[in-house]
């Protein structure tokens, strides 16, 4: 009962802050540019001086600062911060969430790594090499790359990877254009061929794979490297794979630790893999727990925690000064987004159907809603300016093609009525609607989590009241939530708004996201244009990488015009580090891997 008083105290106070804060903020406020992103001009905008509490990505740095001398062995404990258990679907060939990609990160990788700038590097456990008209590729895997029970990481286990997920049985989500662009892959897909045909297993720790054209991905994340053990799945029915205990009691790897135990859901053990390819890691035992975000802070000052995936930003701005911990931060490669449900997906085809018909199918409706929300205000009055106004769908993470002159869609809510009123959704007392007279009631669903999630949508909700829209909320747990939106194929269709996250890839493709065949693209929207762009963005036109940015800014616009989902903000990842950690750093292309962590003490540093 108690805990209840407090979460209707707690949301019923941030409201009564947020709308009193927007209330107060001048039109000049309100269009003040993010933390480091572009003026149109093109100067860095700094972090505003006179906002107490607003902070800047900027400030911080993405490696851990050293202290001591690093002791033989010892162990630490990282934190995955959820209010949900993980689901423990762990191997990167069937995985979809967040969570378990935390949990894999520990003890399984590709065989390529990528610099600062996503291009794959030569340091990785496979070297590669193309051929001169690009579309083959030669990887070679290192000698000493050996699975966790001794068996080397083969040729074999590459090719067998993607013999799965292009198996009719596959039931994860990875089938997408990086395997259909594979020769060969649409007959062995289809069944008309035993074997893909641009897949030759060279020696036992060479492989070829050969690719329909040419493209500028292919270098920038455009690869599978993750292989499947085929000494252990081999001839295991592939729609059984991904529930297997193989998979989620006993999972493999060739990473810098073992797995030891699980509890389900709930943590895992893991200790150092002494056969790593990289040297043997420095710290003899790893323990991964779940945190709740409402605990994390507790869990930290007391030295529960070592470290966590990503500190909740909207706790940052109380908890700044923490004694025994060092804050890393980096922007994420992440954004959040509204989508709005359009279609359904094909599963026997494998593609996005669009409903012309559907409740949302009106594009000055889904406009009409960006328009209503005020995400440069939610930035920084709920996460602190370290979330901020989102405006296109490639994210700053990828500066080189995010458009940052591009504007996206912004707050005014007045311009919204207008649109609405225009686009002949009436008002009929306290809401409108449809063209035709018809009441219009929309269906939100969105993510439990730390203390923000459900006042931030119940703000969302607000905003569109104030348009004369009635929208019905529902917040639901992390595994079920993408269950709802289609992570399985199946689309629930009692769901016509969502509010979601997307972690995008080291390429910036994002037909992964957004293509006509991908199971993830869950607004299901498609249409010619689209094709037509996604298709040029990876064609042989796009290796001029001016032309390349010319098209993507293309995309991104048709995006912001056609609003199949509308980008609601960017994310810094904030990652607190106990002192007593050596040898750390989060983001991309540092040298830093897992097998360097090490401690200086025998226990975490506490908090003062």
Same mark, same amino acid.
């Given at each position: +009962?108690?805990?209840?008083?407090? #979460?209707?105290?707690?949301?019923?106070?941030?409201?009564?802050?947020?709308?009193?804060?927007?209330?107060?903020?001048?039109? &000049?406020?309100?269009?003040?540019?993010?933390?480091?992103?572009?003026?149109?001009?093109? $100067?860095?905008?700094?972090?505003?001086?006179?906002?107490?509490?607003?902070?800047?990505?900027?400030?911080?740095?993405?490696?851990?600062?050293?202290?001591?001398?690093?002791?033989?062995?010892?162990?630490?404990?990282?934190?995955?911060?959820?209010?949900?258990?993980?689901?423990?679907?762990?191997?990167?060939?069937?995985?979809?969430?967040?969570?378990?990609?935390?949990?894999?990160? =520990?003890?399984?990788?590709?065989?390529?790594?990528?610099?600062?700038?996503?291009?794959?590097?030569?340091?990785?456990?496979?070297?590669?090499?193309?051929?001169?008209?690009?579309?083959?590729?030669?990887?070679?895997?290192?000698?000493?790359?050996? =699975?966790?029970?001794?068996?080397?990481?083969?040729?074999?286990?590459?090719?067998?990877?993607?013999?799965?997920?292009?198996?009719?049985?596959?039931?994860?989500?990875?089938?997408?254009?990086?395997?259909?662009?594979?020769?060969?892959?649409?007959?062995?897909?289809?069944? &008309?061929?035993?074997?893909?045909?641009?897949? &030759?297993?060279?020696?036992?720790?060479?492989?070829?794979?050969?690719?329909?054209?040419?493209?500028?991905?292919?270098?920038?994340?455009?690869?599978?490297?993750?292989?499947?053990?085929?000494?252990?799945?081999?001839?295991?029915?592939?729609?059984?794979?991904?529930?297997?205990?193989?998979? @989620?009691?006993?999972?493999?790897?060739?990473?810098?630790?073992?797995?030891?135990?699980?509890?389900?859901?709930?943590?895992?053990?893991?200790?150092?893999?002494?056969?790593?390819?990289?040297?043997?890691?420095?710290?003899?035992? *790893?323990?991964?727990?779940?945190?709740?975000?409402?605990?994390?802070?507790?869990?930290? $000052?007391?030295?529960?925690?070592?470290?966590?995936?990503?500190?909740?930003?909207?706790?940052?701005?109380?908890?700044?000064?923490?004694?025994?911990?060092?804050?890393?931060?980096?922007?994420?490669?992440?954004?959040?987004?509204?989508?709005?449900?359009?279609?359904?997906?094909?599963?026997?085809?494998?593609?996005?159907?669009?409903?012309?018909?559907?409740?949302?199918?009106?594009?000055?409706?889904?406009?009409?809603? =960006?328009?209503?929300?005020?995400?440069?205000?939610?930035?920084?009055?709920?996460?602190?300016?370290? @979330?901020?106004?989102?405006?296109?769908?490639?994210?700053?993470?990828?500066?080189?093609?995010?458009? #940052?002159?591009?504007?996206?869609?912004?707050?005014?809510?007045?311009?919204? &009525?207008?649109?609405?009123?225009?686009?002949?959704?009436?008002?009929?007392?306290?809401?409108?609607?449809?063209?035709?007279?018809?009441?219009?009631?929309?269906?939100?669903?969105?993510?439990?989590?730390?203390?923000?999630?459900?006042?931030?949508?119940?703000?969302?909700?607000?905003? =569109?009241?104030?348009?004369?829209?009635?929208?019905?909320?529902?917040?639901?747990?992390?595994?079920?939530?993408?269950? @709802?939106?289609?992570?399985?194929?199946?689309?629930?269709?009692?769901?016509?708004?969502?509010?979601?996250?997307?972690?995008?890839?080291?390429?910036?493709?994002?037909?992964?996201?957004?293509?006509?065949?991908?199971?993830?693209?869950?607004?299901?929207?498609?249409?010619?244009?689209?094709?037509?762009?996604?298709?040029?963005?990876? #064609?042989?036109?796009?290796?001029?990488?001016?032309?390349?940015?010319?098209?993507?800014?293309?995309?991104?616009?048709? +995006?912001?015009?056609?609003?199949? *989902?509308?980008?609601?903000?960017?994310?810094?990842?904030?990652?607190?580090?106990?002192?007593?950690?050596?040898?750390?750093?989060?983001?991309?292309?540092?040298?830093?891997?897992?097998?360097?962590?090490?401690?200086?003490?025998? $226990?975490?540093?506490?908090?003062?």
């Amino acid at each position: +009962m108690k805990k209840g008083l407090f #979460s209707r105290a707690l949301f019923f106070t941030m409201m009564l802050v947020f709308v009193l804060a927007l209330a107060a903020c001048s039109e &000049k406020e309100a269009a003040t540019p993010a933390p480091g992103t572009k003026t149109e001009e093109g $100067k860095t905008e700094e972090k505003p001086a006179n906002e107490e509490g607003v902070y800047s990505i900027e400030d911080f740095s993405n490696v851990k600062t050293n202290e001591g001398t690093a002791i033989e062995g010892g162990s630490l404990t990282f934190g995955l911060v959820s209010d949900t258990a993980f689901e423990g679907t762990l191997n990167f060939n069937f995985y979809s969430g967040n969570p378990d990609a935390q949990v894999l990160q =520990w003890f399984d990788e590709g065989l390529l790594t990528w610099d600062k700038n996503y291009v794959y590097t030569n340091d990785g456990a496979a070297t590669y090499e193309t051929s001169e008209d690009g579309k083959t590729f030669t990887l070679t895997i290192r000698d000493n790359v050996n =699975w966790h029970d001794g068996k080397p990481v083969t040729a074999e286990d590459l090719q067998f990877a993607y013999e799965v997920i292009g198996s009719k049985g596959y039931d994860g989500p990875r089938y997408d254009s990086k395997f259909t662009s594979v020769v060969g892959m649409d007959e062995f897909h289809a069944g &008309k061929a035993k074997t893909i045909s641009g897949i &030759k297993v060279l020696s036992d720790k060479k492989i070829s794979i050969t690719y329909k054209e040419a493209t500028p991905s292919l270098l920038t994340g455009g690869l599978w490297t993750y292989p499947l053990a085929k000494h252990i799945f081999g001839n295991m029915d592939v729609a059984k794979m991904s529930s297997s205990k193989e998979v @989620r009691e006993k999972p493999i790897g060739f990473g810098p630790f073992k797995v030891e135990t699980i509890t389900p859901g709930e943590s895992v053990t893991f200790v150092k893999n002494e056969d790593y390819w990289r040297g043997t890691p420095k710290l003899d035992k *790893v323990t991964l727990k779940v945190i709740n975000p409402t605990t994390v802070v507790q869990e930290l $000052k007391s030295g529960g925690v070592d470290l966590v995936d990503a500190f909740p930003t909207d706790q940052y701005k109380d908890n700044a000064n923490m004694s025994n911990v060092e804050f890393l931060g980096a922007v994420d490669r992440a954004y959040t987004y509204i989508g709005f449900k359009l279609g359904t997906w094909d599963a026997e085809n494998g593609k996005v159907v669009t409903n012309p018909d559907a409740k949302m199918a009106d594009k000055n409706l889904r406009k009409a809603m =960006w328009l209503a929300v005020d995400n440069d205000q939610v930035g920084k009055r709920f996460y602190n300016g370290l @979330r901020w106004n989102a405006t296109t769908l490639i994210p700053p993470s990828h500066p080189e093609f995010h458009d #940052s002159s591009n504007p996206g869609v912004k707050y005014d809510p007045e311009a919204a &009525k207008k649109l609405l009123d225009e686009a002949g959704y009436k008002m009929d007392g306290e809401f409108r609607t449809k063209p035709d007279g018809s009441p219009l009631e929309i269906n939100f669903i969105s993510m439990t989590g730390g203390d923000t999630a459900e006042p931030l949508a119940r703000y969302y909700v607000q905003s =569109w009241a104030a348009i004369g829209l009635k929208v019905n909320l529902e917040m639901i747990e992390f595994n079920n939530f993408y269950d @709802r939106v289609g992570n399985t194929g199946k689309d629930d269709p009692n769901v016509d708004v969502y509010q979601a996250a997307w972690g995008v890839g080291i390429d910036v493709d994002p037909a992964g996201l957004y293509g006509r065949d991908a199971l993830y693209n869950f607004s299901r929207f498609s249409s010619e244009e689209n094709d037509k762009l996604l298709a040029r963005g990876v #064609s042989a036109e796009a290796f001029d990488v001016e032309k390349r940015k010319e098209i993507y800014n293309e995309w991104q616009q048709y +995006m912001v015009d056609e609003v199949p *989902v509308f980008p609601t903000l960017y994310r810094a990842v904030v990652a607190p580090v106990n002192k007593r950690v050596m040898n750390y750093a989060i983001g991309d292309g540092t040298g830093i891997y897992l097998n360097d962590l090490a401690v200086n003490a025998d $226990k975490p540093v506490v908090a003062e």
